[in-house]
């Protein structure tokens, strides 16, 4: 009986084991194994066939990377739905070889034969092929879409933004790896149109009834966003100048019968880079292009070929509200800055990416429609749940931060900060964030491109405002919880002051309108009395500044 209670016992560890590796497989980012950890990748260079009718994929990709530690084995991920023919070390050009190679669940390992020293490049060839995973919500969910359009012609994309590159090609999946360049070349049939990532090169045409889009990526680029978009594409191009003085390609895939649609959005698109050249500096990728393209799914950030599904309909993100803008090409443009130019480095930062996002738009509703529409959009966003941090301390997965409320919440956490440190600091600090200096600026050959985290961002709010502001930052991001306000109206007087999660230290202001005059007071953990005359009604943070939960 013991020998078949282990047995089940060790059945049962087995079957969770898989299970929890086939989750693993599907979520990117969280510590870096040691193997991972031992190299860093400065270019790709993917050759994919894209075959709609069967919806399948063959292709290879050659990683080149720099050796950072000591190591004999060359670990890659890849789904485990796609199979791997062959791996040639190509680490000798002169003698490349056939190399032995593993599949562990997710992950390819690749014998090197011997170690390889830090400072060395190692290179290897990875032919691969099957049938990728289909997103069955995409973009929320990765993989390949497979759709058709209204005339019947395939309409392909990819989204795998949660679960990683390694969804249909062969990569190190984490978002700290991002290659110096890439190059993409996308196999299609002759009537599609391949739109991707960086600048086209050139096309070739095959006897087969196939083409070959050559695409080149210039700059470092997180590989979440290394995008296929394949369909009948139709292009409207056109060109911008840059606050940096150089002028760019703008281009709008769209799909033969929306050319119309495509060409009134196209007007606006101009305007939203007109306002984050503005307040951010200029647009980073100006030496490739800025793309946008029409797709399947609502949209992504993919680099300068931004996704778009919104179908024309300036509400399709935001619950059908329409605020006079096409609110979803806003976001995912403001991905070029915040999550393409600067990255957060672990999963943990990801509110740099999506809460900036959100809250350009509440700023971009003050350039349109002053302060009144700056604050309708604050507080009509002031929805979220206090569970998770925004930005904790410990490494996370990409599916473990995107259930913190990182959009709405990290928006309102910059609106409150901005309450603290003043509009000009707090969008100084945003700029200095993205370019380190004013000669930054000019730069476009890809070390523009950085990583970021948290702190790195309350370093430069607390240089440009003069004030310490780690209570700020513990309080509203490393932890869950909103402080509580605590008022008390006793006869003609009201008191107030603040309570905070595990005691910790903190000084808002607030302001209080007694008869028709505001005045802000510094408010912290002491209660603070003020007295007002018989009929007044006090109103405690009339415009809502604050970021807190009502305490008794």
């Given amino acids: 009986m013991i020998q078949i209670n282990i047995l089940f016992i060790s059945i049962l560890m087995l079957c969770w084991s898989f299970s929890f590796a ?65 791996v040639w070390d190509l680490s000798n050009p002169q003698k490349p070889s056939v190399a032995p ?9 690749i014998d090197l034969g011997f170690t390889r020293q830090a400072g060395e490049q190692i290179s290897v060839r990875i032919l691969y092929g099957g049938k990728p995973r289909v997103a069955a919500r995409a973009p929320w969910d990765g993989g390949f879409t497979w759709a058709t359009t209204k005339a019947g012609a395939p309409w392909i994309a990819t989204t795998c933004q949660g679960e990683g590159a390694d969804l ?29 990532n960086g600048k086209l090169l050139n096309t070739s045409t095959h006897k087969d009834g196939t083409k070959t889009y050559h695409w080149y990526i210039s700059t470092p680029i997180n590989i979440y ?57 200029p647009y980073p990728f100006r030496i490739d292009k800025y793309g946008v393209v029409q797709t399947p799914h609502l949209g992504m950030e993919h680099q300068s070929i931004i996704a778009y599904g919104a179908n024309f309909n300036n509400g399709s993100m935001t619950g059908g509200k329409d605020w006079g803008f096409d609110a979803l090409h806003h976001h995912e443009f403001g991905h070029e800055w915040w999550g393409n130019l600067v990255t957060n480095y672990d999963w943990k930062d990801m509110w740099i ?57 990290g928006a309102w956490i910059l609106h409150a900060l901005r309450a603290v440190i003043g509009k000009e600091a ?90 028709g005059k505001i005045q802000r007071i510094d408010l912290g953990k002491e209660t603070i009395t003020l007295s007002f005359n018989p009929g007044d009604k006090p109103e405690v943070d009339p415009n809502r500044w604050g970021l807190y939960d009502i305490g008794k």
Avoid at 250 to 265: A, M, N, Q, T, W
Avoid at 398 to 406: E, F, T
């Fill in 101 to 109: 190679y593993a599949r562990k669940v997710g992950k390819i390992w």
């Fill in 353 to 409: 990416h999506e809460g900036f996002c959100t809250y350009m738009q509440a700023l971009y509703m003050e350039e349109l429609k002053g302060m009144a529409g700056y604050h309708e959009f604050m507080n009509t966003s002031r929805r979220f749940p206090n569970n998770l941090a925004v930005a904790p301390l410990a490494s996370q997965s990409s599916k473990q931060i995107y259930r913190a409320p990182i959009y709405t919440k």
């Fill in 168 to 196: 249909w090609w062969p990569c190190k999946d984490h978002v700290s790896d991002e290659p110096d360049s890439m190059a993409l070349h996308v196999r299609v049939p002759e009537t599609l149109v391949a739109a991707c």
């Fill in 426 to 515: 707090l969008l100084k600090s945003m700029r200095r964030l993205c370019y380190a200096t004013p000669e930054a600026e000019k730069i476009k050959d890809g070390s523009q491109c950085h990583f970021v985290t948290t702190h790195d961002f309350q370093l430069l709010c607390e240089a440009e405002s003069g004030k310490p502001l780690g209570w700020f930052f513990d309080v509203y991001l490393r932890q869950a919880q909103l402080p509580k306000l605590v008022s008390k109206v006793e006869g003609q007087a009201i008191s107030l002051h603040w309570e905070t999660p595990q005691d910790l230290p903190f000084s808002f202001p607030i302001e209080v309108k007694i008869n």
């Fill in 225 to 281: 966003n290394v995008a296929l978009n394949i369909a009948p594409y139709r292009a409207i191009e056109g060109s911008y100048k840059s606050v940096a003085g150089e002028t760019f390609p703008v281009v709008f895939y769209v799909l033969p019968e929306d050319y119309d649609k495509g060409k009134k959005l196209f007007t606006e698109i101009f305007e939203h880079i007109k306002f984050y050249e503005k307040l951010l500096g």
């Fill in 22 to 86: 086939q989750i693993a497989i599907l979520d990117s980012g969280g510590p870096l194994s040691p193997e991972q950890a031992a190299y860093d990748v400065s270019f790709y260079d993917l050759s994919v066939r894209i075959m709609p009718d069967t919806r399948e994929l063959e292709g290879q990709v050659i990683v080149r990377a720099k050796v950072l530690h000591p190591m004999n084995q060359l670990v890659l991920d890849l789904d485990t739905l796609l199979s791997v023919k062959e």
